[in-house]
């Protein structure tokens, strides 16, 4: 008999071992990007395909030539990588049967009870492989966030928006990997994380909170945004008007986005240095690179003073098929 702390270990451990294989760890320490889980998924040699699933969430098909994943397009994008993420890890455990499953995430919830143990074996090693401490500690580390900031719903809705996860199984992760005690994680899940979205746009009334808002600042420079074209990007830069510098907007349209809004305010701490921040809300579809340049716009020598680049998947959740990675490879 296995017990389920034996069975949440050997996930973990299985997980730690596959991104040491892919060198996941490495290609991921900046913390500018999520665990490609499909592109894991995709470099195995396992079949994966999106289907409107009756009921299920995904679903693992061991056979002996080539094992399969089916997972749902019923629901979004970070749901859908959770998903692949536990049908990854009943192949990587070796599990030999049918497994169809209605949920996932149930390790991280602390609901185990009614699993056998290759659930929660493949489940701990979703949530390790996805949410790894090291990952985590990556992100904080770039985005100069801390304790005090995981207090604050906002800050872990944009945290779970960069790991590429829902904000709830974010949470859950700041709790298994002890980031944050039991009390603060229940309190955080109290927070719905549309109450974080519109205090990221006060002033705007989008017809529904489906959409995700990033807030997105230097410090997310080179970075890699996993998203939907639904979303609403607010890049908020500091901009050196006093100067005569000013963040160069054209490269947005360039780009192929669109601008929704562009305004300017000034930084509370800093109100005597002129400084300010620029603040633009962009919204785009499919994959862009966005290269904007801060410079005086009567420079004939186009000399920037700043650059800000950032890469863009505005792609949502998989449709019905192989996934869109593998058919760019295909073509
Ligand atoms: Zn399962």
């Not at 913390?31 to 490609?36: L, P």
């Not at 949530?127 to 800050?155: C, V, Y």
């Amino acid at each position: 008999m296995v017990s389920r702390r034996d069975a949440i270990l050997t996930g973990v451990a299985r997980a730690t071992d596959l991104h040491e294989r892919l060198g996941v760890r490495d290609e991921l320490a900046a913390g500018d990007r999520a665990v490609d889980v499909l592109g894991a998924v995709q470099r195995l040699g396992l079949f994966l395909m999106f289907r409107p699933l009756d009921g299920l969430l995904g679903a693992y098909v061991p056979t002996r030539a080539l094992s399969g994943i089916l997972v749902t397009t019923k629901r979004d994008l970070h749901v859908q990588r959770f998903t692949a993420a536990h049908e990854l890890g009943h192949h990587i455990l070796e599990h030999k049967v049918l497994s169809l499953d209605a949920v996932v995430g149930f390790v991280g919830r602390g609901e185990t009870s009614k699993h056998d143990h290759q659930e929660i074996e493949a489940d701990a090693f979703a949530a390790e492989f996805l949410l790894p401490k090291w990952l985590i500690a990556a992100h904080l580390l770039r985005q100069n966030w801390g304790r005090s900031h995981l207090q604050q719903p906002d800050f872990v809705y944009q945290l779970s928006l960069r790991l590429g996860t829902s904000y709830s199984a974010t949470c859950w992760a700041l709790l298994s990997q002890r980031f944050l005690d039991r009390e603060t994680v229940m309190r955080l899940l109290s927070v719905e994380p549309k109450v974080a979205k519109q205090r990221a746009v006060p002033d705007m009334k989008p017809e529904n909170w489906h959409r995700d808002v990033w807030l997105v600042s230097e410090k997310d420079r080179g970075a890699h945004i996993l998203g939907s074209p639904d979303d609403l990007i607010v890049l908020e830069l500091d901009e050196n008007v006093a100067s005569g510098y000013t963040w160069d907007a054209k490269a947005i349209a360039l780009a192929g986005m669109s601008l929704e809004q562009d305004d300017r305010f000034t930084a509370n701490e800093d109100r005597l240095g002129g400084r300010v921040q620029r603040r633009l809300v962009l919204q785009g579809e499919g994959h862009k690179r966005l290269f904007l340049e801060e410079r005086r716009a009567w420079d004939v020598s186009q000399q920037s003073r700043n650059t800000f680049e950032i890469e863009l998947a505005l792609v949502g959740r998989e449709p019905e098929g192989i996934p869109r990675s593998g058919r760019v490879l295909a073509a």
